[in-house]
């Protein structure tokens, strides 16, 4: 199996310290990968290393199949990346900060005016950048990693400071981008929720170790949602369901199913009004990012 | 090489970098035209040949107008690609950083040389106009025009690497006003200091010297900076 992205034994060393340390990160043709993990992990300073901004202290990197150290230009040709904040010159305005990049990858002109459509910024083309808003300049960010029409994109929290309405907007022509241009996308957040709803892999680093890296559908099922119940009679419930051989727990007033899969709330659900109790509330437990991680955690050393 | 220069020249649009290429020689003149308006009768009794004479009351702000000017245009070049950390983004193209590099450096040699051809086509200005009764020096009149540029290309290339590499750039202003304190008191510096050789004195009074040494040393300091920005991470 050829990998996009395939780091092997991938350390950086500040001072003492290792941001990363042994990171092996596979990701395949078409994924949106989603590299989880909390701040100070080693997100940023993985992504400076794929990128060739920052010498890896130990290790290999091989994108498209070849070493980044022999191939560097040969593969930033095909990568587009936003890392951290977007850079931009605040006076130029957007079009002259596309066309600064466009003069260096030498894409048609047009290319500009594609990219702007893509990110909604046609409109403001023309303007200098000093006066955009927080979101215009991360769409601008966005626009210029995709001016050389990269196979590979690499954004970095890419939503971080964004309004509840510029997350959904970068999210969903994130989602996009796989099918209508045919890229791999490797996307980074701190927040669990951002990557699981936009994901098709995810590998979750903390301390600058790969914790877990498998199939979104494989992290939901470790990270083990707990379903809530607020019935009229929690302790008849509670029997009534354990009755039935289901794993559930009666705390304060609230029924907790522990597993959640579909079947096993309806067929709970089913149980309960049946036995003609109200059903008030049904709901799902989001565990944190250091939950998972700590169960995660335990696991490696049950292992 | 040349479609990141073409980049870079479009990055320095609105900065002031051309308004300073021309204030340079511009106020490097404009002294001599105030000292010229206010006592010209006296001026012209100091030498027995008066062209050569104004020359070389213009080679004296021509140094301090050099590094002054080197260490804004440093700072601001360098100032441009730190004000949002575009370096990362600049370095993830598909381009090699000594060509990121030299394009900067190509970039600002280019300026101080349309500087110096200002001062020169401003120096015989002002010149003719004074009507001098000996013929034009033409060879020192390039002389005085473009030695100094080259004898600055050292410092040209030591700030420009400050500028780049340095996170604080308090550090390169610091090195940078004291490059101009040094040109200032040119007179009384040794003669291995780069700040010296813009003011063409050396012991041995030959100005090609500092050209020459400007020429070498300006390379082998460009080629120490471009390694050594090379050789790092990109912040
Ligand atoms: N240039 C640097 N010099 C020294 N330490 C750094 C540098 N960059 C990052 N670090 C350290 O490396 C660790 C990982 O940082 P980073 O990769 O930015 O994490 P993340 O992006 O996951 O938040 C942090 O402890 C950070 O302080
Ligand atoms: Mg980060």
Known sequence: MEYIVETSNLSKRFGKDLAVEGLNMKISKGEIYGFLGPNGAGKTTTIRMLLGLMKPTSGRIRIFGQDIKQQRKNILAKVGSLVENPSYYPHLTAYENLEALRKIIGVPKQRIYEVLEIVRLTEVADKKVKGFSLGMKQRLGIAMSLLNQPQLLILDEPTNGLDPSGIIEIRELIKRLPEEFGMTVLISSHLLTEIDQMATTVGIVTKGKMIFQDSIETMRTLAGHAISLKVSQAEQAWRLLLANGMKVEHESGLIMLHESSNEMVAEAVRLLVQANLSIYRVEEEKRSLEDIFLSMTREDSAV | ?235
Do not use: H
């Not at chain 2, 086509?121 to 009507?131: R, V």
């Open chain 2, 1 to 235: 090489m040349i479609s990141m220069m073409q980049t870079d020249f479009l990055k320095i649009k609105r900065k002031g970098f051309w308004f300073l290429t021309f204030l340079g020689p511009i106020g490097v003149v404009a002294l001599q035209m105030v000292n010229y308006g206010v006592r010209k009768e006296y001026l012209l009794q100091q030498s027995e040949n008066d062209w050569l004479y104004y020359l070389q009351n213009i080679s004296v702000f021509t140094p301090l107008a050099l590094v002054l000017g080197i260490a804004i245009f440093t700072s601001f070049i360098a100032s441009i690609e730190n004000e949002t950390n575009a370096w990362k983004q600049l370095i993830s193209l598909p381009v090699s950083k000594m060509m990121v590099y030299l394009s900067k450096f190509t970039i600002l040699a280019c300026l101080l040389f349309i500087s110096s051809i200002l001062l020169m086509l401003f120096t015989l200005g002002f010149g003719i106009f004074l009507s001098f009764d000996e013929a034009i020096p033409w060879w020192e009149l390039v002389k005085y025009s473009f030695y100094p540029y080259f004898a600055a290309l050292p410092v040209l290339a030591l700030q420009l690497w400050i500028a780049t590499v340095s996170k604080n750039q308090g550090v390169p202003i610091t090195t940078g006003i004291f490059g101009v304190i040094f040109a200032y008191s040119a007179y009384m510096l040794p003669d291995w200091m780069i700040w010296k050789w813009p003011s063409l004195m050396n012991q041995w009074d030959e100005p090609l010297i500092n050209v020459l040494l400007g020429l070498g040393v300006g390379c082998l300091l460009y080629v120490m900076g471009m390694l050594d920005f090379t050789r790092r991470d990109v912040k």
